[in-house]
């Protein structure tokens, strides 16, 4: 394993790959809403706007949501999530904020890599892009899927497995078991009542997260709530489950610090511990009793903490750094224009 | 490609001479080009965007809301250059940087060329690029420029006349390693046997010449390059050095200066470096000694260079050398520092703060190429031909009011190279940016970046303002 790397170049790894993975994961979860919508639609069943509610609530993004767009008409909250640059979040903010990090350490990725990534963007930015959203939204979403799955296939195929891999599958692994509980707690808040239309919402919560084949392998085409809380969270072997990603996650930490499982070396590595012991002895009766709304914002507090403590640990690196310059890592906006501002008034 | 319909102008061509035949060096690679039928070329000339566009290799547009990057334009005929040819250019190259580099040693130290008489005082203390604080201190080696890139245009009769000299930071090298590649992905056949000497030994060449003034006894001192950052137009050339290199690519964040050393914070801590190959310029460098307000730098930088523990290559101040009005005193450096004649020739250049030379260029401005002493990028100046009434008055009043900074020369119709235009060929202005190494011998990479003016009779060939580039091939032999 190479010795070490730049501080700032784990970062800008960690979060390409945390935003190549909210693209993937929002894609598949505007995909799935507009295939529901059409249901709905069809059968005169709710409105857009009760649909889209939760969903924008669960992924944080109501606020700026309701501040751009306060009546929503029909169209606007696909829009907004998936081409919205005033959406910082939206998929295409994520695929260029993606591309900007891998621009910023393209040294330390391989040349295909650089490629897809480089390739996707033109796709999100061009006409054509534009127009086959327009056409079949559908071939659109898939295809952000696909070449982030395949992202990941290249980097798993042409990457030296380093420390830059291991912030890489980090960032991948706890945005993974972010958005997978976001998409869980979607449903959290949707009334009750209607079993036949809850079962449909169920549905599209797997498929948001890939795990509808998974699910179906495991318990049949009767859908519970109990069951899909129990695959998503807790399972040990579904790789999108948050009990899967943040035994991975951890592994990754323990392989960056050298420290053996089971115990830990650093703050990060205590939350994600604890946490994964937390989810190890724990079931759906748990989440039920908490109520399933309560259970992921714990959760989610917990995940946030995780990669804030990386973030110190390893880029601020407050034990030798901060002595002499307290909190220079991250900034703020204007700060950042000043820095782009100059960067552009070299000469030669 | 059909070759038979170009002509030449009244003025130097590459490809053809004064009676329209093709110059013998040009006949390989004109005949293989002429076989190619349009579609062919159509359709190479597609890959070979795609290729740039796909690899991300673009330049950003500075004041563009969007951030567009483009691919820098690449015109498809390389410009050849005979073995004579380069060698002169090469010895003259080589002259060239050993004098400015033993000025500016002398201009930080004893400063004889001034009290001698041959550069006055204002030429070197005016320069805006002068570091008055560095007057004394030694640089590993006593090498200022390590890296320098010259441009040169040729004239009417062929001759090659130094344009000027780029030695802060100077870029482009990535396009000419870049060049060469794309080319043979996509132009295999236009290779055989034609002897073009390769340009891929740069990159190793440049880690050595960073090498060779690393400041401690250390088998394997630690070599990083300093970027500005992404938002840089030239950020593509600094990630692909430092790729090419093996080198950390560092922003002025990663760096850490404690105790007169500096430092890059990686994951496992604090690690000593030994040599920054800087790519922003002096201004920018350390908040504590040059401009407070600069976020890109290392506070303290300065302070560990002088005290002699890490080397910058270029080093500090040597923008005195690359000044226009400095520019003007080369030939006579070299006869001072050399004893030799320029193997190179000059454009000739009328200093504004010379009485004589004040007069004449406000009398002839429209028949003059006036520009900043300390601009680049083609920014900052005037072509008198071209110009527009008001533009002419504008310089008129700028000369007026700060003649130091100002020089004038004659419109240089410099020789045009056939260009690819809309599937037809057309004769296009060329410069040419050769680069040269500084470090336990002089290198100069064969060719350099042969840079076009795509508009038609447009003399700027910068890529900010609508230049393109080629591939530049020396021959062997």
Redesign the interface.
Known sequence: MS??????V?DHLYWMSRQMERAENLARLVRVSEEMLLDDESLGRGSAQEYWTPVLAATAMEGAFRSLHPEPRQGDAARFLTLDLRNPDSILSCIKQAR?NA??V??KIS?EM??EL??LH?LVTSPEGAELLARSPHSFYEKIIASSMLFDGITEATLTRD?GWNFLQLGRLLERADMTSRFLDIRSQTPGGDSALESLQWGAVLRACSAHASYRRLHGGEISVEQVVDLLLFSNEFPRSVRHCLRRADEVLHD?SGTPTGRYSNPCEKITGALLARLSFAGPGEVMARGLHAYIDELQTQLNAAGQAVFEM?VL?P???NR??PR?GRTDAL?DW???Q??????? | MKLTDYRGANLFDELVDAQGAIRPYYKGVADKLAGLGPEELGQKLRSLELLFLKQGITFTVYGDEQGTERVFPFDPFPRVIPHHEWETIEAGLVQRITALNLFLYDVYHEQRIIKDGIVPPEVVFGASHYRPEFVGVSVPKDAYIHVCGTDLIRDRDGRYLVLEDNGRCPSGVSYVLENRAAMKRVFPHLFGASGVRPVDTYPSDLLATLRHVAPRENPNPNVVLLTPGVHNSAYFEHSFLARQMSIEIVEGRDLIALDGFVYMRTTRGLRQVDVIYRRIDDDFLDPQVFRKDSCLGVPGLVDAVRRGNVALANAIGTGVADDKVTYAYVPDMIKYYLCQEPILDQVPTYLAWRPDDFKYILENLPKLVVKAANESGGYGMLIGPTATAAEIEEFRRRVTATPRNYIAQPVVNFSQHPTLVDGALEGRHVDLRPFVLWGDTVKVLPGGLTRVALKRGSLVVNSSQGGGSKDTWVLAA
């Not at chain 1, 010795?3 to 700032?8: D, G, T």
């Not at chain 1, 100059?342 to 030669?348: K, L, P």
């Open positions: 010795p070490m790397m730049l501080s700032r784990a900007e621009r910023s393209r040294d040349d650089w490629t480089n390739a033109m420390e960056i390893y690196l034990g030798e750094v002499h310059f220079n700060s000043h820095r782009e100059q960067q552009q008034q070299q000469q030669q």
